[in-house]
């Protein structure tokens, strides 16, 4: 089986800067505070393009981009190592879910690509698109999918409000709101639009897809 390449160059990144945070520590404690952010953002989505593939180490393949005790990355890293063994030996799930992952990585880094070549805007459209087909996803497996053809993104957002089966509250449902907002704007060129919004859009879906991860 031929693995998707995106994911193990993702895997690999993270084990290395891992490592190139452990041995630029002082005492017991991560000095590049800015990598360590990153490096949580990226494993993020590395558990969200993964998927149940990663499911066995979900909880460990996690650190909330603050903690500094080398400790704290020495538990995920030990479980980046363990997954890289699991690909390197075909011990994951089936072809068709590491295909949907490498689609979400493809997408997403479209997105970052974007951003940091300066089109915050067409970023944004991609952000938005991400976000949208996460919240198809939940309401497919959660069996509120609204009954148009084609619902939009505010139709899924108020599917997944009124659904029981989803812990979805009117908090998350204004914050995704204002998110999808940013994204509209994108999609319109609206001209007040900054990156700093965008950015705003990446990390909020960021977090959006680590909260309702795939089951």
Known sequence: ???????????????????RMLESTYGDSIQDRDSLRRWSNELILLRNIGG???????????????LIPTVYV?????????????????????????????AFSD?????????????????????????????RELCVGANCMPGKDRPTLADLNQALYRCETVQY????????TALAAVGNDAAHNKESL??????RLMRGTLEFISRYAPA
């Open 169 to 176: 509250d009117k908090a998350m449902m204004l914050n995704v």
């Open 194 to 199: 900054k990156r700093e919004d965008v950015e």
């Open 74 to 102: 020495q538990g995920p890293l030990a479980a980046l190592e363990t997954v890289k063994y699991a690909i390197e030996n075909g011990l994951l799930t089936s072809y068709r879910d590491l295909v949907m992952a490498e």
């Open 1 to 19: 089986m031929n693995q998707p390449q995106k994911l193990v160059d993702l895997i690999d990144k993270l084990i290395q800067d891992a490592h």
């Open 52 to 66: 149940k593939m990663l499911a066995p180490w979900a909880p460990r393949l996690a650190h909330d981009g603050v």
């Open 107 to 135: 997408l997403f880094e479209q997105g970052q690509y974007l951003l940091n070549e300066g089109y915050f805007l067409a970023a944004g459209v991609i952000f938005r698109a991400v976000l949208e087909e996460r919240l």
